[in-house]
């Protein structure tokens, strides 16, 4: 019964539940009906214009990756099945039912003790915590306590690294009042913030200017976003072998993605600032929220916009192709999730202040670590696979993801219980 509900909720799509979401929390927090459907409303409506756009942005990069995958006859032994399988099998494990109201409690928790100022409304995103747990639950043949606390410190240490990036979300992103805990974003940057840290020290490179704005500066129209993504797509178009018209095709659309996402996210933020506004007000005249900085958890897909975001992604598309085919010990095909490296690289971005240089470099160590890690522990999630009856691709018997399996971690995780559990 549990699971019916829960499935119920999660298939009305965070399109609607985030608008519901943010009307319930502006009444709470004292906004006024009308106030805060108004508010949830127009969230709901930028969410809408953000969704379609990344699916401009993943229909149009994954059909360029998926046939550079056939046009160089990449062979490997997995495949990476990408997250929307990752997150149907994550959410048929049986511990799925529990995990978010376990989550949403484990949340209320470090509010209360003030170990975290992250109010995480993005409920959808918890199958990340439900994965992780899902993974142990397979390690441990069915271990619900351990499966459990797998996912519980899955979200904790999502939640804090959240808390830790909030000042670059706020100023970097100009996302005000925002946090951004979505587990994969969290974990690549757990990785790749640091790494970016060291190449910006590195000699002859450190001093290299590449953000958006600079080569706006320098190249004039030609290095405005929508151009960037014009010239970004043609390339794509010509590495995947498509034709003049296909070409021209994916070189509009990754334009179009690159004017039109900053749109939809102030759209999005003129809805989220007054509900913001009014959460910290209330809770500031509490004890509760005195002297703290609460910021509202959202998807990462509202930062994934940033000019220097996707350009950083359309480059590392053809370089994880080819790291996948030379990186001894890979046996990962990237398939799937080629199109959401977006999602794995806007911590770098903001960590690199927009450097595309910098993100690229960091972006391919993580994204090379991110293979091998996935290559790692295949056979955990081939095995939740089985256990949710997922359709195994044809010519496969090993199924992963970089969302899933390349992802620090869950890997982490995944290798802690196998050493408590003596299965290392």
């Not at 100009?174 to 790494?195: E, F, H, K, Q, R």
């Not at 021209?248 to 809805?271: D, T």
């Not at 007000?281 to 609460?294: S, Y």
């Not at 994204?367 to 290559?375: C, D, E, P, S, V």
Request: hydrophobic letters at 55%; a neutral charge.
């Amino acid at each position: 019964m549990l699971l019916e509900v829960v499935q119920y909720i999660l298939n009305l799509g965070p399109t609607v539940m985030l608008p519901l979401t943010i009307t319930i929390i502006g009444i709470i927090f004292g906004q006024g009906f009308k106030k805060a459907f108004r508010s949830g409303m127009t969230i709901g409506i930028g969410f809408v214009g953000i969704n379609l756009v990344v699916g401009l942005l993943t229909t149009n990069l994954g059909g360029a990756a998926q046939q550079m995958v056939t046009r160089y006859g990449l062979q490997l032994s997995i495949i990476d099945v990408g997250w929307p399988a990752a997150a149907a099998i994550s959410w048929a494990s049986p511990i799925a039912a529990i995990m978010i109201p376990i989550a949403m409690l484990v949340n209320f928790v470090m509010l209360a003790t003030k170990t975290t100022n992250v109010v995480d409304i993005d409920i959808w995103n918890y199958w990340h915590f439900t994965a992780a747990g899902a993974s142990v639950y397979v390690l441990t043949n069915g271990n619900w306590l351990l499966a459990i606390l797998a996912g519980i410190l899955y979200e904790i240490a999502v939640i804090k690294i959240a808390d830790k990036t909030a000042p670059m979300v706020q100023e970097f992103f100009g996302l005000d009042g925002v946090s951004l805990p979505t587990g994969s974003t969290a974990a690549c940057g757990l990785i790749g913030i640091p790494v970016v840290n060291i190449v910006k020290k590195i000699p002859g490179i450190k001093n290299l200017k590449a953000d958006p704005e600079t080569i706006q500066k320098r190249f004039g129209v030609f290095g405005e976003p929508m151009m960037m993504g014009l010239i970004l797509g043609i390339v794509l178009g010509i590495l995947a072998g498509y034709g003049v018209d296909k070409t021209l095709q994916i070189g509009i659309s990754m334009a179009g993605v690159m004017f039109l996402m900053p749109r939809m996210v102030r759209i999005l933020m003129e809805g989220l600032i007054p509900v913001s506004e009014s959460v910290r007000e209330f809770l500031q005249k509490k004890d509760f929220g005195k002297d703290r900085n609460l910021t509202i958890g959202l998807d990462a897909a509202v930062a994934v916009g940033h000019p220097a975001v996707i350009a950083t992604a359309l480059v590392l598309v053809p370089i994880t192709l080819f790291l996948a085919v030379i990186l001894p010990g890979n046996q990962v095909l990237p398939f799937g999730d080629l199109a959401t490296i977006c999602f794995y690289v806007a911590f770098i971005v903001g960590a690199a202040k927009g450097n595309i240089v910098h993100s690229v470099i960091a972006g391919t160590i993580v994204m090379g670590l991110g293979l091998l890690m996935a290559t790692n522990i295949a056979g955990f999630h081939t095995q939740m696979a089985q256990m949710a009856q997922f359709t195994m691709p044809a010519g496969t018997s090993t199924i992963s993801s970089l969302d899933m399996g390349g992802n620090f971690l869950n890997w982490i995780v995944i290798k802690i219980f196998q050493l408590f559990t003596g299965t290392l």
